[in-house]
């Protein structure tokens, strides 16, 4: 599989929401009904945390 770019890589980072910590990530995941749907993850680029799909 081929390797984003690092444009596509900023990119990505920059159209999702930040979230300080995992647990602040989490508990979006819960009150929006999608917790089990979700994962956390601490972004390389920006350093805050993301939510993804499992």
Known sequence: MKQPT?????????GKRRYPTQGDALDAALL???ER???AYRCTLCGHWHLTSR
């Open 32 to 34: 929006t009904g999608v």
């Open 37 to 39: 749907q979700r994962s």
């Open 6 to 14: 690092a444009e596509t890589r900023k990119r990505m980072c920059t």
